[in-house]
């Protein structure tokens, strides 16, 4: 069976890996079809302004994921795993899709706290790795 860790670290993999449909669909939308698939070096920055910043929320979810992944590995490949780590695992995810939400709605003060308990839940694990909690 798969640990909690690593069941919500495939789950945000899966969900960051289709973040970026949204934004390119509407591209296809604003541009056409066509003009969006077939020009390679054209600029594919959305118009809207809550395409660019669904983008920049995509963008920032690949960077997290960076530190998110291999926290979970480690841990599970350690054999350290906790009841705590599992939850902020959980929570990870769920903070990943409302700051990509909020990001995208332009909320600014919640996609700051979303981002920090996504932060949080990363120490979390590093701190439970390096021994400080338990």
């Not at 993999?13 to 939308?29: D, E």
């Not at 996504?118 to 439970?128: E, H, K, R, S």
Request: charged residues 10%; hydrophobic residues 55%.
């Amino acid at each position: 069976m798969l640990k909690t860790e690593l069941y919500w670290l495939t789950m945000t993999t899966m969900m960051t890996g289709l973040l970026w449909m949204p934004y390119i669909v509407n591209r296809m939308l604003e541009v056409g079809v066509i003009k969006a698939m077939m020009d390679s070096n054209a600029d594919t920055t959305p118009i809207a302004d809550w395409g660019k910043r669904m983008m920049k929320a995509h963008s920032n979810a690949v960077e997290n994921l960076v530190v998110f992944a291999p926290l979970v590995l480690v841990l599970s490949i350690s054999g350290l795993s906790t009841a705590l780590t599992a939850k902020a695992a959980m929570i990870y995810f769920f903070a990943r899709l409302t700051h990509y939400l909020v990001y995208t709605a332009g909320v600014p003060v919640i996609r700051t706290i979303t981002f920090i308990i996504g932060v949080v839940c990363q120490m979390i694990m590093a701190l439970t790795i390096l021994g400080v909690l338990k």
